[in-house]
T-cell receptor
Framework: ETGVTQSPTHLIKTRGQQVTLRCSSQ?????VSWYQQALGQGPQFIFQ???????GRGNFPPRFSGLQFPNYSSELNVNALELDDSALYLC???????????FGSGTRLTVV | KQEVTQIPAALSVPEGENLVLNCSFT??????LQWFRQDPGKGLTSLLL?????REQTSGRLNASLDKSSGRSTLYIAASQPGDSATYLC????????????FGKGTKLSVKP
């Protein structure tokens, strides 16, 4: 059984650019969620995807968008990057209706 | 606004001590509470999940309890070891969060040899 894998592990972008982060969910899981964790803070919920549609969203602006593919993998896209977008981005998967989430190792995004 | 609060924010203990980490939450209708471990710059490793119908869960030297009526959970670590040094996060999943996780800021634990 493979866990949740994220790529890339680290990324440096310039303010105003766009970025795409990728996530492969754990085998058997059909729901993917994305979280943003700023330094010294707990993760904050960005959004969740189920059956390729957004199924819930936290307090993040529309320039944060996502996709889920038929194989349940997912992308997080952020447009018009701001310095405050610098954070660890975590992907989590679970099976809809079941308890508990499995997290990936995260992508560290630095915006300069 | 739903909140999850963890106390203390940081804790330093000598090796071998038993310790308790605290987590409080405001959602009165939770599905479950989950404890995670996070090493510096890394992702989250799930330690224990307590469903709303349960009062505690145990795994090795770890024991987590849940008291929904008071909105509290504790993580007990027995015979701490330097390898336990990490940040411990609790997260609740409930009706008001629409099933998504609400995290505390974590407790940074340092176990000295």
């Amino acid at each position: 059984e493979t866990g949740v894998t994220q790529s890339p592990t680290h990324l440096i972008k310039t303010r105003g650019q766009q970025v795409t982060l990728r996530c492969s969910s754990q085998s058997g899981h059909n729901t993917v969620s994305w979280y943003q964790q700023a330094l010294g803070q707990g993760p904050q919920f960005i959004f969740q995807y189920y059956r390729e549609e957004e199924n819930g969203r936290g307090n993040f602006p529309p320039r944060f968008s996502g996709l889920q593919f038929p194989n349940y993998s997912s992308e997080l896209n952020v447009n018009a990057l701001e310095l405050d977008d610098s954070a660890l981005y975590l992907c989590a998967s679970n099976l809809a209706g079941a308890y508990g989430y499995t997290f990936g190792s995260g992508t560290r995004l630095t915006v300069v | 606004k739903q909140e999850v609060t963890q106390i203390p924010a940081a804790l330093s203990v000598p090796e071998g001590e038993n310790l308790v980490l605290n987590c409080s939450f405001t959602d009165s209708a939770i599905y479950n509470l989950q404890w995670f471990r996070q090493d510096p710059g890394k992702g989250l490793t799930s330690l224990l999940l307590i469903q709303s119908s349960q009062r505690e869960q145990t795994s090795g030297r770890l024991n987590a309890s849940l008291d929904k009526s008071s909105g509290r959970s504790t993580l007990y670590i027995a015979a701490s070891q330097p390898g336990d040094s990490a940040t411990y996060l609790c997260a609740e999943q409930g009706v008001r969060s629409q099933g998504n996780l609400i995290f505390g800021k974590g407790t940074k634990l340092s176990v000295k040899p």
